[in-house]
Nanobody, 123 residues
């Protein structure tokens, strides 16, 4: 069982930046992703990274968010720049030890390990 702990959320003005971190209890995960969920909305995949596989982003954050990974620290980051009010949500880190097909890498049900979330509020 992989435990994930997110940090780095907070309140920022539109146009600002935040960096989220997700620390895992081990380095067994193959795929790492960031999801977000605003009140009353479905959980949305925003970025995914898998060593030797690649990186992908949702269209809503492409060009503004950057996902990266530090394998030595078992940590994944999400650098969020040019934040917009519509980026306001609870952000969750997710991981999978198994392979995920390309079409499902930003789909919540493809992941079986989740963090508790960190709130991002843009005003």
């Amino acid at each position: 069982h992989v435990q994930l702990v997110e940090s780095g959320g907070g309140s920022v003005q539109a146009g600002g930046a935040l960096r989220l971190s997700c620390v895992a209890s081990d380095r067994s995960s193959l795929f790492w992703a960031w999801f977000r969920q605003a009140p009353g909305q479905e959980r949305e995949g925003v970025a995914v990274i898998a060593p030797d596989v690649g990186i992908d982003y949702s269209d809503s954050v492409k060009g503004r968010f950057t996902i990266s990974q530090d394998n030595a620290k078992a940590t994944v980051y999400l650098q969020m720049n040019s934040l917009k009010v519509e980026d306001t949500a609870m952000y969750y880190c997710a991981a999978s030890r198994g392979y995920i097909a390309t079409s499902r890498r930003l789909v919540a049900t493809a992941y079986n390990y989740w963090g508790q979330g960190t709130q991002v509020t843009v005003s």
